[in-house]
């Protein structure tokens, strides 16, 4: 008998099996990253303090107000995060991708934050 999982299911599996190996502390935190349909999330969060270091989203104003495509506003909240990590203190990070394919948004996401500083 096969079983039919929803993607959304599968996903949080995927993301499940990651989690076991990737883990954020205060010497490299995890630099997570949510894409939902229309928009795109990352935070730096240190998992052993339990605290989120810096956040952006495509849902700031000053980001919301920039016409463009997903992959644009996704550069865009890479570059963010990536500055506001910077003045956090944070220079590396550990890479959580939250069990999506490594293409597309993001990527621009990730090759963005690289390019404002963030080693990972």
């Known amino acids: 008998m096969t079983v039919s999982t929803s993607r959304g299911a599968a996903r949080q599996k995927r993301h499940d099996r990651l989690r076991l190996k990737v883990a954020g502390d205060g010497a490299r935190p995890r630099l997570a990253v949510f894409r939902s349909l229309n928009h795109i999330y990352a935070q730096v969060i240190d998992d052993s303090a339990g605290r989120t270091l810096a956040a952006a989203s495509s849902l700031e104003a000053e980001l919301k ?33 939250a069990g999506f394919r490594y293409h597309g948004r993001i990527k621009s996401l990730a090759d963005a934050a690289r390019e404002a500083g963030l080693d990972f």
């Open 65 to 97: 107000s920039a016409k463009g495509t997903k992959s644009a506003e996704a550069t865009a909240v890479g570059r963010l995060v990536a500055q506001r990590a910077k003045a956090a203190g944070v220079g590396q990070v550990v890479f959580d991708r």
